[in-house]
Antibody, heavy 115, light 112 residues
């Protein structure tokens, strides 16, 4: 069974940084593209970023380029999202998603950007 | 970016009656391999999204057969043949043909 467990969320001040992690199990992590998707309170789903199976290729939502960095460690079965220069509008639940077709989703981790 | 437009945004339905959600893309979703990469996701209250349908009409394992997807080019539909109480939630379409991936705004299904 695919399991995705996000961590690293919390309260951060505007302008601050945070690194999210996603621990994956139940599948061969190094074979799959992975993604981050976020959802602001009471809002819809917003695509954030993707990374190829070997980590060589990354993709970002245009609005986030330069502030967020996706990475992965296939030896640790872990996906990361480094977020910097955080803004209040980055407040959201951040979901880790497995598979090219967004097959499976984690439970999410809440990031709150507030002073 | 490809814009995904869903309608209606809110769908009141009667238990046991059919429901239909439309999703239109601003560009064709036919990929270079000939496949159409359009998926549907269900998000029940308080839960993470769950994929129901991929490649327009392929149902995921465990998804009841009252859910069906159809469409072509840039016009797609998710149908629920007979709505049950557990179907309450928000439904999203997503295109996987172009980067970045994009989602529709979501359609909230509620019981009348």
């Amino acid at each position: 069974e695919v399991q995705l467990v996000e961590s690293g969320g919390g309260l951060v001040q505007p302008g601050g940084s945070l690194r999210l992690s996603c621990s994956a199990s139940g599948f061969t992590f190094s074979n799959y593209e992975m993604h981050w998707v976020r959802q602001a309170p009471g809002k819809g789903l917003e695509y954030v970023s993707s990374i190829s199976s070997n980590g060589d290729t990354t993709y970002y939502a245009d609005s986030l380029k330069g502030r967020f960095t996706i990475s992965r460690d296939n030896s640790k079965n872990t996906l990361y999202l480094q977020m910097s220069s955080l803004r209040t509008e980055d407040t959201a639940i951040y979901y880790c998603v497995h598979g090219y077709f967004f097959d499976n989703w984690g439970q999410g981790t809440l990031v709150t950007v507030s002073s | 970016d490809v814009v995904m437009t869903q309608s209606p945004l809110t769908l009141p339905v009667t238990l046991g009656q059919p429901a239909s959600i439309s999703c239109r893309s601003s560009q064709s979703l036919v990929y270079s391999d000939g496949h159409i990469y359009l998926s549907w996701f269900q998000q029940r209250p308080g839960q993470s999204p769950r994929r129901l349908i991929y490649k327009v009409s392929k149902r995921d394992s465990g998804v009841p057969d009252r859910f069906s997807g159809s469409g072509s080019g840039s016009d797609f539909t998710l149908k629920i043949s007979r709505v049950e109480a557990e179907d309450v939630g928000v439904y999203y379409c997503m295109q996987g043909a172009q980067r970045p991936r994009t989602f529709g705004q979501g359609t909230k299904v509620e019981i009348k």
